[in-house]
């Protein structure tokens, strides 16, 4: 079995080699991070395509540029998350078992930010303030989410259920939106470790 830091490594390394081919334009970080501020948070949300074309498994699949939480792209360095939400309240580094290493967890008011290697490979987000860049919301519904993402893949309880949308590039990794009482409380953009 893969460790995690071997897949979390394999999948930024995959990311950065493939990001020029004109075939997978659609599905690759840009070269450079644009200077942009924390998520504007007076859009609403907007329909996504659902057309013939996005049917099955790929309805419920993002591409690594839409795993944005509060103007914070998955991958992206740790100084941007940095820059974007100032110093943290505090910070610890944690022993990742499966992954042979440490990650640093930065914890602002609502919100964790988890590095590797000094990338962005976790955000876990429970204030009211945290968006996405498609801009859903913590208190959304969940067919205010559906209407952006679609229907997602169904995880956890009935009672509690989160819904998920693997990147297209790594079916490990998720932007996951946890639901009580039909709203979201939590947005979470991270890999499952096996």
Not at 101 to 125: F, I, K, Q, W
Not at 155 to 171: C, I, N, W
Request: charged share 20%.
């Amino acid at each position: 079995m893969m460790s995690f830091r071997t897949l979390a490594l394999a999948t930024v390394f995959a990311l950065a080699c493939s990001r020029d081919r004109p075939d997978n334009r659609a599905d690759t970080l840009s070269g450079t991070l644009p200077d942009r501020p924390v998520a504007d948070t007076t859009r609403t949300p907007q329909p996504r395509d659902t057309s013939a074309a996005d049917s099955g498994l790929t309805n419920s699949r993002i591409t690594v540029e839409r795993a944005v939480v509060s103007g914070i792209l998955w991958g992206a360095p740790e100084e941007e998350a940095r820059r974007l939400l100032g110093a943290p309240q505090s910070q610890t580094t944690v022993w990742e078992e499966a992954l042979g290493d440490s990650s640093t967890v930065l914890n602002y008011p609502g919100m964790t930010v988890r590095a590797v290697e000094h990338r962005v490979v976790g955000v876990h987000c429970t204030s009211q303030a945290c968006i996405t860049g498609d801009a859903v919301r913590v208190g959304a519904t969940r067919a205010e989410v559906e209407q952006v993402y679609g229907k997602g893949q169904q995880e956890g309880s009935a009672a509690s259920p989160t819904l998920a949308y693997p990147f297209t590039t790594d079916d490990s990794c998720a932007l996951r939106f946890q639901l009580g009482q039909g709203k979201v409380r939590s947005i979470d953009m991270s890999c499952q470790m096996n």
